[in-house]
């Protein structure tokens, strides 16, 4: 079975720092990759999506990037986090089989700027 | 474009009362897919359903029903006979045909009080 590994689950890290958030996905070759964020309230912000290695779709332009060194790896990454960095950053996976299957989440990294 | 409204941001039931949550979208594709998503106080999303815009037929699993009308342009979500572990967040969403995006709604926070 297909399971979605996400680390850390939370992380404080002061304004100015770097950020290196890392996905990987078992069970499952050559999915579309995803990085989602929830602000305070609730709604799910798309930032980035990968259909496979080296693929990289931004949603929004902001102080994050993402990379996808390896097949199952998804990494977002920041150079120097702002306040407005802080949030719940989810990780998901979909297959690519069938149509617009559903997506599944990884138990997310609660990040505090501070 | 794309949207998914969920205009009640929040409700609050007793136990074992039915509650419906709303789910209004907007797509100019004939073919799309809608899906919900529970958000539990832990943080991960858990995909409940996903259903084709050309599939209308209302769907049933235990105590969750969803209602499906296009007329409307509405997915909603019935939970009979609520009960304390229903307590969570819960996300409507949307996917284009083909389309390698989710667009999520704002979501809905349900409580339910023993």
């Known amino acids: 079975s297909q399971t979605i590994h996400q680390w850390p689950a939370t992380l404080v890290q002061p304004v100015g720092s770097p950020l290196s958030l890392e996905c990987t996905v078992e069970?499952?070759?050559?999915?579309?990759l995803y990085w989602y964020r929830q602000a305070a309230g609730r709604g799910l912000q798309l930032l980035f999506y990968?259909?496979?290695?080296?693929?990289i779709s931004s949603e929004v332009p902001q102080n994050l990037s993402a990379s996808r060194p390896q097949d199952r790896q998804f990494i977002l990454s920041s150079k120097k986090l702002l306040l407005s960095d802080s949030g719940f950053y989810l990780c998901a996976w979909r297959s690519k089989l069938g149509h617009n299957s559903p997506l599944h989440f990884g138990n997310g990294t609660r990040l505090t700027v501070t | 474009a794309q949207k998914v409204t969920q205009a009640q941001t929040e409700i609050s039931v007793v136990e074992k009362e039915d509650v419906t949550l709303d789910c209004v979208y907007e797509t100019r594709d004939t073919t799309y897919y809608l899906f919900w998503y529970k958000q539990p106080p832990s943080g991960e999303l858990v995909f409940l359903i996903r259903r084709n815009s050309f599939d209308e037929q209302n769907e049933i699993s235990g105590r969750y029903s969803w209602n499906f009308q296009k007329s409307t342009s509405s997915f909603n979500f019935t939970i009979t006979a609520s009960q304390v572990v229903d307590s969570a967040v819960y996300f409507c969403a949307l996917s284009q045909g083909g389309s390698e995006k989710l667009v999520f709604g704002k979501g809905t926070k349900l409580t339910v009080n023993p």
């Open positions: 990968s259909v496979g290695i080296g693929q």
């Open positions: 069970g499952t070759s050559n999915p579309n």
